[in-house]
């Protein structure tokens, strides 16, 4: 069964930054997506950002120009590395992960694996 566990979030000042890391293991195959997911608090779960195992990468609009996801097969660990933060990214961070799934912002698809969350808060 795949195991997920996330690390990294915290307190920080808007313009600041964080780098959310999430293990990942378990996987039968090596054909399988990572996400990154954000709940803030009376909203709805938002997709934050993708990436396949054969490096695809995607972004909420949102996001765009200010994350950047990665991944260290080595270490079985993708990160998130998040600039310019803005008060509006306070929300807890859920890493998700499947297999056999794409990467795609426009259809984040059903992950049936998930990390206990994070909680990230910017300060204005």
């Known amino acids: 069964e795949v195991h997920i566990v996330e690390s990294g979030g915290g307190l920080v000042q808007a313009g600041g930054s964080l780098r959310l890391s999430c293990a990942a293991s378990g996987f039968t195959s090596d054909d399988y997506t990572i996400a990154w997911f954000r709940q803030a608090p009376g909203k709805k779960r938002e997709g934050v950002s993708c990436i396949h195992t054969d490096d695809e990468t995607d972004y909420a609009e949102s996001v765009i120009g200010r994350f950047t996801i990665s991944s260290d097969n080595a270490k079985g660990t993708v990160y998130l590395q998040m600039n310019n933060l803005k008060p509006d990214d306070t929300a807890v961070y859920y890493c998700?992960?499947?297999?056999?799934?794409?990467?795609?912002?426009?259809?984040?698809?059903?992950?049936?694996?998930w990390g206990q969350g994070t909680q990230v808060t910017v300060s204005s």
């Open positions: 998700a992960a499947d297999e056999f799934l794409i990467c795609d912002s426009s259809d984040w698809g059903e992950y049936d694996y």
